[in-house]
């Protein structure tokens, strides 16, 4: 199965996942991230954050 490709770069998710604590989990080489180590919580926390963000940059700026 392919994956989708995502809307949100690699190296943003992973510089949230610092924010979160978590980053140490996910491997990174040669610009390629598995995030096969991190929990499906964690995974929504980074959605939750990317999302959270989002909306404060629309409230700044609408």
Same mark, same amino acid.
């Given at each position: 199965?392919?994956?989708?490709?995502?809307?949100?770069?690699?190296?943003?998710? *992973?510089?949230?996942?610092?924010?979160?604590?978590?980053?140490?989990?996910?491997?990174?080489?040669?610009?390629? *991230?598995?995030?096969?180590?991190?929990?499906?919580?964690?995974?929504?926390?980074?959605?939750?954050?990317?999302?959270?963000?989002?909306?404060?940059?629309?409230?700044?700026?609408?």
């Amino acid at each position: 199965m392919s994956r989708r490709q995502s809307i949100v770069s690699d190296p943003v998710k *992973y510089e949230i996942a610092k924010e979160l604590g978590f980053a140490d989990r996910i491997q990174v080489q040669n610009g390629s *991230y598995d995030y096969g180590n991190i929990t499906t919580r964690e995974a929504g926390l980074i959605v939750r954050t990317l999302i959270k963000k989002a909306e404060e940059l629309l409230t700044r700026n609408g």
